[in-house]
């Protein structure tokens, strides 16, 4: 697809959120499985069936686009959810891990909330405001994860430091 109108841009940065959405939702289980606090596994829970939604959603305005979702792998993406997983491997301290694990998670919704920002802003531009109202309900879902990571960092933090004063 030539990318010769702002259309075309916005149908192909769609397609690239699809894309990374469903790389997410690949790295969700292992992030949950690896977690150790239950509240950062229920807020990896929670987003995991947010993710779901966010596709479905990003999947019905390709529709209205007469536009697949498939045909452009997030290349942006490709690599933030790999940060987890070789942190998971190199098998830290737990608390260490989950702070790991927080930061990996805020990168991802760092990324997204900057492409959601992005397309809803186009969305507007190009008089779609049906498709403007859900992905600004995605966006804010991005922020509402992005501000409870934070929170927990703030514990989680403080007891991966005081483990590390421990020893």
Known sequence: MELD?????????????WSAEKQILKALPKMIKAAGHKDLKRAFSVHERQTRQQVTRLER??????????????????????????????KPDQDV?????????QH????????????????????RDDQATLLQ???????ETDKLLTKLAESI???????????
């Open 157 to 167: 933090n403080r007891e991966a430091l005081s483990r590390a004063d421990d020893e």
């Open 61 to 90: 305005i390709l529709k209205q686009l007469k536009a697949s979702p498939r045909g452009k792998k997030g290349v942006g993406m490709e690599g933030l959810p790999e940060e987890g997983s070789e942190l998971i491997k190199e």
């Open 137 to 143: 309900q995605t966006l804010d879902e991005e922020g």
């Open 108 to 127: 991802v919704e760092h990324y997204e909330m900057a492409g959601y920002g992005t397309v809803r802003t186009w969305a507007r531009l190009l008089n």
């Open 97 to 105: 891990l989950d702070a790991g694990l927080i930061t990996a998670a």
């Open 5 to 17: 109108t702002l259309e075309a841009l916005y149908i192909d940065e769609l397609k690239d959120l």
